[in-house]
């Protein structure tokens, strides 16, 4: 990647008048191409920890997707994520869940009332929004942090039977091994 383009980003990221989906994009977009530009990840944090309030459940899943990808441990962004994902919990759709817990397990982060609300959020929209992927995800996300919830494992149990045939070899894995 060149120099160009991290500037271009850095300065973005910079912008106080930069859009919270512009800065998850950028965090998302390094993090496919595993750039691990320490500047710019630390130009991308100060700008979030300042802009996390606005941040859409979609932001808070590509921002945290984004830091468990490139290994980043940052954690006043780590929690300040977890403050707007608590506040935004009901707009957030089963691909956003499955995606943040993902990355927390990822990245070793346990944020208990973020998870216990993530378990109970994922139940409900098991009944709406069944993908393989999420379910797998979020099962073998709670599985790697050693939360054992009841009621969720329970209800990722009954649902994947309903559509066991859809598994991808790695949706398979992952909930075998949950």
Same mark, same amino acid.
């Given at each position: 990647m060149s120099d160009v383009a991290v500037a271009e980003a850095m300065r973005e990221a910079a912008d106080s008048t930069s859009r919270p989906p512009n800065l998850s994009n950028i965090a998302w977009s390094f993090a496919m191409? %595993? $750039?691990q530009n320490i500047p710019l990840w630390q130009s991308i944090s100060a700008a979030?920890?300042?802009?996390? *309030? @606005? =941040?859409?459940? @979609? &932001? #808070? /899943?590509?921002? %945290?997707?984004a830091m468990a990808t490139c290994g980043l441990w940052d954690e006043p962004l780590l929690h300040a994520l977890s403050s707007q994902a608590l506040a935004k919990m009901d707009e957030f759709d /089963? @691909?956003?869940? %499955?995606? *943040? #817990?993902? %990355?927390?397990? &990822? $990245? @070793? =982060?346990?944020?208990m009332p973020l998870l216990d609300v993530i378990a109970s959020r994922s139940i409900l929209t098991l009944k709406s929004e069944l993908k393989t992927q999420n379910l797998s995800n979020t099962a073998w996300a709670f599985a790697k942090l050693g939360i054992q919830n009841r009621p969720l494992i329970s209800a990722l149990s009954a649902?994947? =039977? *309903? $559509? $066991?045939?859809? =598994?991808t070899v790695q949706d398979m894995s992952n909930t075998a091994w949950a």
């Open positions: 191409l %595993s $750039i979030a920890l300042l802009r996390c *309030t @606005q =941040f859409a459940p @979609q &932001d #808070v /899943a590509n921002l %945290s997707w /089963a @691909q956003n869940l %499955s995606n *943040t #817990v993902w %990355s927390m397990a &990822d $990245i @070793q =982060f346990c944020h649902a994947a =039977f *309903t $559509i $066991i045939s859809e =598994f």
